[in-house]
């Protein structure tokens, strides 16, 4: 009986035992890491750069990337024109699988507002409404005002109610308060020759001249006319003719006193 070689059969067991330990190693690579990292590798796209583009323009390089395209937000933007992109999520060169979504913040283009009401509002209030509708105050000039009290707008370059773009710069008027060489004149028809006498003073405006009419509708020595019509600004110490009225018959007119 042949004696049996236990040293060469070690040998060839621990050749075929490492062999297949090998096989199974280069397997378990191949299956966990080699194939995932090919397989994983082939489904990813690199997101393109859509920033500042149009939309158009965007969807067409989103699609030729096997990408979706999602409106995620809008604003208001004046540097670009409506329609463009301000901000896309993810950015520009990640890797992604293909088909995923990307979120894209729209441009608007420069936001139109309606002119708010400055007018009659302090200055201190005009400021803070133009702040509130992020417009943009430039020059402030002052004047004389007889309508409005001193501090108070009486002027904007743009008017109430106007269409406007925010961040327009708009100009106002501050009143001074009356122009001292300028007065309204009063309403004295009606009012009798004393009382009219007394008004127009006040007001800093003289009687140079003044004619009757005659009638009984009303007592001897009232206003009958003006010449300067009632709420008009004239310059101070002008001159204004009155008409008065007398009875029928009466030659007796009562000379003007100061």
Same mark, same amino acid.
């Given at each position: ?147 409005? @009290? ?5 002027? +904007? %370059?743009? #008017? &109430? !109610?106007?269409? =406007?773009?925010?961040?327009?710069? /708009? ?37 140079t001249q003044y004619e009757y ?5 009303? @007592? ?5 006319? +003006? %010449?300067? #019509? &009632? !709420?008009?600004? =004239?310059?101070?110490?002008?001159? /204004? ?18």
């Amino acid at each position: 009986m042949k004696k049996i070689n236990w040293k060469s059969f070690f040998q060839w067991f621990l050749f075929g035992v490492s062999t297949i330990l090998i096989f199974l190693l280069f397997y378990f690579i191949f299956d966990k890491i080699v194939m995932p990292l090919y397989t994983r590798h082939s489904q990813q796209v690199v997101v393109p750069d859509i920033t500042n583009k149009s939309m158009r323009v965007s969807e067409k390089l989103l699609k030729d990337s096997n990408l979706n395209l999602v409106v995620y937000e809008e604003k208001f933007d004046s540097n670009y024109p409506p329609g463009f992109v301000l901000f896309q999520n993810p950015a520009p060169g990640s890797k992604v699988k293909k088909g995923r979504r990307i979120y894209l913040t729209v441009g608007k283009g420069q936001q139109i507002i309606e002119m708010p009401q400055l007018i009659g509002n302090s200055e201190r209030d005009a400021k803070f409404i133009l702040s509130q509708n992020k417009l943009v105050l430039k020059n402030i000039k002052y004047k004389n005002d007889n309508e409005y @009290l001193v501090g108070v707008t009486c002027n +904007q %370059s743009v #008017s &109430p !109610g106007e269409m =406007v773009a925010v961040g327009e710069e /708009i100009n106002i008027t501050v009143s001074l308060g009356r122009d001292p060489n300028r007065v309204i004149v009063p309403e004295v028809v009606g009012k009798s020759l004393k009382d009219a006498i007394y008004s127009l003073k006040s007001a800093g405006l003289f009687i140079t001249q003044y004619e009757y009419q005659s009638t009984d509708k009303v @007592l001897p020595n009232t206003v009958l006319g +003006q %010449s300067l #019509s &009632p !709420g008009t600004q =004239v310059t101070k110490n002008d001159s /204004i003719r009155l008409v008065l009225s007398k009875l029928p018959g009466n030659v007796d007119e009562e000379k003007l006193q100061w």
